[in-house]
T-cell receptor, first 113, second 113 residues
Framework: GDSVTQMEGPVTLSEEAFLTINCTYT??????LFWYVQYPGEGLQLLLK?????DKGSNKGFEATYRKETTSFHLEKGSVQVSDSAVYFC????????????FGKGTTLSVSS | SQTIHQWPATLVQPVGSPLSLECTVE??????LYWYRQAAGRGLQLLFY??????ISSEVPQNLSASRPQDRQFILSSKKLLLSDSGFYLC????????????FGPGTRLTVL
């Protein structure tokens, strides 16, 4: 079945460092790909998405490119801030409304000043 | 704009007691609704989803049930809680057609003692 694999955390960075969180997927067909962020004690917020190969999703300085050839959707940010500290989840959907998102296990990011 | 509410925010219940968690969505009609559970150190697991009033699909056999008595209301229940039911419960919604993006509520932290 479909699955998502994220890099193990925690990821610890200093403020203004470059961030990469790796995400690869296994899926039949052409899934949509998502990054969600969860701040402590809160629900998940959609960070960005991409629906087809070579699409780049971006939001709040974060970017991820849908790479079909490598089945990857790595999250990047050029300069992290302390406020970016959170858990980041990569997820995929088979593109049909009303079906489940398949999530990775999440990567904890901790940014220090 | 659409908003999603969950209550209660936190709940501590003894083993064997009943459970009722509520989720409501505002600002949209005929949404798809979802219940996920997030256990400590693990990703999100889909428990139930609903594409309409009275229509419930269960993804995982368990001690829980779901109901959708109104278009924008989704309830998660149990007759007798188990220790293993502890976790963070998230409700989500998506539009009925044309998009698979899901939007999450703030969550309910359930501790079963």
């Amino acid at each position: 079945g479909d699955s998502v694999t994220q890099m193990e955390g925690p990821v610890t960075l200093s403020e203004e460092a470059f961030l990469t969180i790796n995400c690869t997927y296994t899926a039949t067909g052409y899934p949509s790909l998502f990054w969600y962020v969860q701040y402590p004690g809160e629900g998940l917020q959609l960070l960005l998405k991409a629906t087809k190969a070579d699409d780049k999703g971006s939001n709040k300085g974060f970017e991820a490119t849908y790479r079909k050839e490598t089945t990857s959707f790595h999250l990047e940010k050029g300069s992290v801030q302390v406020s970016d500290s959170a858990v980041y989840f990569c997820a995929l959907s088979d593109g049909q409304a009303g079906t489940a998102l398949i999530f990775g296990k999440g990567t904890t990011l901790s940014v220090s000043s | 704009s659409q908003t999603i509410h969950q209550w209660p925010a936190t709940l501590v219940q003894p083993v064997g007691s009943p459970l009722s968690l509520e989720c409501t969505v505002e600002g949209t009609s005929n949404p798809n609704l979802y219940w996920y559970r997030q256990a400590a150190g693990r990703g999100l697991q889909l428990l139930f989803y609903s594409v309409g009033i009275g229509q419930i699909s269960s993804e995982v056999p368990q001690n829980l049930s779901a109901s959708r008595p109104q278009d924008r209301q989704f309830i998660l229940s149990s007759k007798k809680l188990l220790l293993s039911d502890s976790g963070f419960y998230l409700c989500a919604w998506s539009l009925g057609q044309g998009t698979d993006t899901q939007y999450f509520g703030p969550g309910t932290r359930l501790t079963v003692l």
